[in-house]
Nanobody
Framework: QVQLVESGGGLVQAGGSLRLSCAAS????????MGWFRQAPGKEREFVAA????????NYRDSVKGRFTISIDNAKNTMYLQMNSLKPEDTAVYYC????????????WGQGTQVTVSS
């Protein structure tokens, strides 16, 4: 059974930092791209960042470039999202995802973790 389990969300003041983790299990993910998405109340889910399983390739949405860093520990089958200089508009449920093809066709989703940034 494939599982993506997020952790690390919470409440933080604007300007603060959080690190999200996503533990993957249940299959081999070497052919998958791992990504983070988020969904704020009343808005559609949006792409945040992605990384190849090898870790060599990364991609970010413009609004988080320079503030967020995605990384992966293959030995632990765990992906991370280091979030610095957080803003209230970063408040959302953050989801871990795995996909082989296009970012619009995610194969596996985690259950989500809440990130709340107070002003």
């Amino acid at each position: 059974q494939v599982q993506l389990v997020e952790s690390g969300g919470g409440l933080v003041q604007a300007g603060g930092s959080l690190r999200l983790s996503c533990a993957a299990s249940g299959r081999t993910f070497s052919r998958y791209v791992m990504g983070w998405f988020r969904q704020a109340p009343g808005k559609e889910r949006e792409f945040v960042a992605a990384i190849s399983w090898s870790g060599f390739s990364t991609n970010y949405r413009d609004s988080v470039k320079g503030r967020f860093t995605i990384s992966i520990d293959n030995a632990k089958n765990t992906m991370y999202l280091q979030m610095n200089s957080l803003k209230p508009e970063d408040t959302a449920v953050y989801y871990c995802a795995a996909y082989r093809g296009r970012v619009t066709a995610v194969d596996y989703w985690g259950q989500g973790t809440q990130v709340t940034v107070s002003s």
